[in-house]
């Protein structure tokens, strides 16, 4: 039987979700997890791909479980797993949904911080940028869903089939305090680095390093500028995947993620 399993994690320590031969991913130590409890090979299909030292505050998975366990899987897979990764939810499911094709929405929120703090470090990025122009930062993130191909960012756009994505909402938030930004993004799927890429371009708008038209003009024109600096890899967060036939909350109690801290921009 196919079953959805609903996860977080913090990916510091972690070379992104794929397995990799040369280095630990998040589905190499959740595989392992599972082998250790049913003493067989059990294969993994994620939601998505994150990058090294991305976090996930939700994912799903799918896998086939060939019995029924007679056991609590929930409790002895958490206990098995290491504590930068928790299962939330397992979702027995009727014919074979795919955790990655049958997503028709996902949200990512990437973290600023612009005062050294130990207690956000790996959590949140670190830019010691006191006067950002968020004003124009706030006008290029508004450019974001006017468009449906996003070439100008992507790492690699000559890698991929198409560079076409539909941007739902975008948003750039400020903490009560000011010392905190947050951008929110929304759609039905992201390209290769495209988040941070977009974060290094907000970046370089706040300090005047580029204008909004300029960064709209290689959006319309899907042009990829020569030097692309992504923005670090710790701030960002998978927080949120939806499909038609599930929509959960994400479980994590992480204080950032709080809504209640954050003022639109």
Known sequence: MRYFFHIGYHGTRYAGWQKLSSALTV???IETALKRIFKYEVNIVGCGRTDAGVHASQFFFHTEINAEPDFDLLFRL??????????????????????????V???????????????????????????????????AVSVLPKYN???????????VDNTRCNVMSA?????????KLRFSITANRFLNRMIRITVGRLLEIGRGEMSV??????IANKQTPKIIIPAKPEGLYLSKVTYRYLDLEPRSAFSLLSN??????
């Open 78 to 103: 958490n206990k098995v797993l290491p504590d930068d990764i928790a299962v939330f939810d397992i979702i027995p499911m009727q014919g074979d949904p795919h955790a990655r094709f049958d997503g």
């Open 171 to 179: 948003g750039l938030y400020i903490d009560e305090n000011g010392y």
């Open 105 to 139: 929405k996902r949200s990512y929120d990437y973290f600023i911080h612009n005062y050294k703090d130990p207690f956000l470090s790996k959590f949140s990025s670190f830019y010691p940028d006191q006067d950002l122009n968020l004003e124009a930062m706030a006008k």
């Open 260 to 265: 209640s801290e954050w003022q639109p921009l």
């Open 149 to 159: 191909d996003y070439r100008a960012l992507c790492k690699m756009p000559d890698r």
């Open 213 to 218: 038209d300029e960064f709209e003009f290689y």
């Open 27 to 29: 589905q190499e130590a």
